[in-house]
């Protein structure tokens, strides 16, 4: 493995401009492609929508989702991808010599920690692993792009489970349509 915190992606971002656009890229793409393809074929596929009930405590409560926010940030964009993409993935590609075998180790271990969700979650988080991977050997593997932009998505979900919208990731079509007045 290369020496120190580079080694895991800790680099210089460049450009503050192309820095951002790779992340709402990022962000935008991993968002829609889940949530508009992705999570409605695993919901299908498992029939079932991946359980995500655990989180419906957050709704309405200011105070736990400002909380969970915070313990977000810090458990899932900065540990996970520091763990999963930062560590696991170069120690995979060291030890197998090839990045796809450890694009799939690395992508399966960070969904094993998911089962809370059932099978489809745990699917959808593997499928989520395989994404997070791919933007950080796209994106030179530069960890700080994965951290805001896991971080970026778990806000959003959470900021769904906040308003009363987890059913969104059931049906994401019929919520846009009725968000926007569409019959």
Partial sequence: LEKGIAGMGFRNPGTASAFIVRIVTG?????????????????????EPADYSVYSFLEGNHRKY????????ISAAIAEEIIYRGFLLPAGEKLFRRTWISVILSSAIFSSAHFYQGWSG???TFL????????????????????IVHGMVDSFFLTMAYTGNLAYYEKPFEFIKKLFGIH
Avoid: C, H, K, M
Wanted: charged residues 10%; glycine residues 6%.
């Fill in 27 to 47: 962000f935008l793409i991993i968002e829609l492609v889940f949530d508009l393809i992705i999570q409605p074929a695993i919901g299908y596929i498992f029939n």
């Fill in 66 to 73: 400002f909380l969970y926010l915070f313990y977000t940030w």
């Fill in 122 to 124: 745990v699917a959808l």
């Fill in 128 to 147: 989520f692993g395989i994404a997070f991977s791919l933007l950080y050997l796209r994106s030179g593997r530069n960890i700080w792009i994965n951290i």
